[in-house]
């Protein structure tokens, strides 16, 4: 009998109780997008759909520990980090990283709630340019985060563009900036290569209030799209194409008081089942 196995995704990123960001958010898109989700929690963010009231940090070691204990055992087709809010989980993590050099990864850096404050200090900021950027096959900026990185104002597609191309030489591979905070309606977001040339994707703007957890979607999605073997391009593109229906899905949907989720189960896969060499 033939051994099978499902494409597995690891998630390294922050606590959501509400349900609709964070590991929270990970743990259903991998789910619906046919893969076998793992996890390693860096943060214990307070938080629902109104905002985040606070963060409680987890210990280094601990981080440590659960990443040890993942690739023992069950080692990742993609990684997708989300929240790291220290130097010290920064570096952790790249060590991890180091050591398992074949794996992609997709960074969405986390820097910015939604209310606008920042989330992490300018001192995580320089280690994750330093120690996370050179790793990621992609990084996922909002345009918010792309300001902050750019060290410029990101208010247009204009923007965007110089933007982008600023944070290419952060020392990336590819970039994907989300342009979901332009004021149009159409939202354009930009894919920049390694070899240097720039995609534009454009999508419908819907009227909602439920996009809470829609960065940490994204790059969940594409990841699990380069799990199942799709190309980075093909994943980028699809991820964002999920992203888009999941969010129509639940454009009417009222939870919360706040900013609410998206339907993550809007068209769940059947899990794809790979034979194991």
């Not at 398992?100 to 994750?128: C, Q, R, W, Y």
């Not at 290569?193 to 969940?220: A, F």
């Amino acid at each position: 009998m033939k051994k099978m196995t499902y494409p597995s995704v690891l998630s390294i990123a922050g606590f959501d109780g509400s349900g609709g960001a964070g590991i929270q958010a990970d743990l259903k898109t991998i789910s619906a997008l046919g893969c076998y989700a793992t996890t390693v929690l860096t943060a214990l963010p307070v938080q629902n759909t109104t905002g985040v009231k606070s963060i409680f940090s987890i210990p280094v070691t601990v981080v440590e520990e659960q990443l040890k204990s993942i690739f023992d055992d069950i080692l990742p087709s993609a990684i997708k980090i989300g929240m790291v809010h220290t130097p010290q989980l920064v570096e952790t993590i790249a060590k991890s990283l180091t050591e398992n050099p074949n794996i992609p990864v997709v960074f969405d850096p986390v820097m910015v709630a939604t209310s606008g404050h920042k989330l992490i200090e300018d001192p995580t900021i320089k280690s994750i340019v330093t120690h996370l950027f050179p790793l990621a096959s992609v990084i996922t900026p909002n345009m918010d985060e792309a300001s902050l990185l750019a060290k410029m104002e990101v208010k247009s597609l204009d923007d965007m563009h110089t933007a982008g191309r600023k944070i290419m030489q952060l020392g990336c591979k590819s970039v994907l900036l989300k342009g979901g905070h332009l004021q149009t309606d159409i939202l354009t977001s930009l894919y920049f290569k390694e070899d240097g040339s720039v995609i534009e994707y454009e999508y419908k703007r819907y009227e909602t209030n439920n996009m809470h957890g829609s960065g940490c979607t994204l790059s969940s999605a594409i990841s699990s799209y380069i799990a199942q073997g799709e190309s980075l391009e093909n994943s980028v593109k699809m991820g964002q194409d999920y992203v888009h229906q999941a969010i129509f899905h639940a454009k009417d949907v009222v939870i919360g008081k706040g900013n609410g989720p998206l339907n993550h189960f809007f068209n769940p896969q059947k899990l794809i089942k790979y034979e194991m060499e």
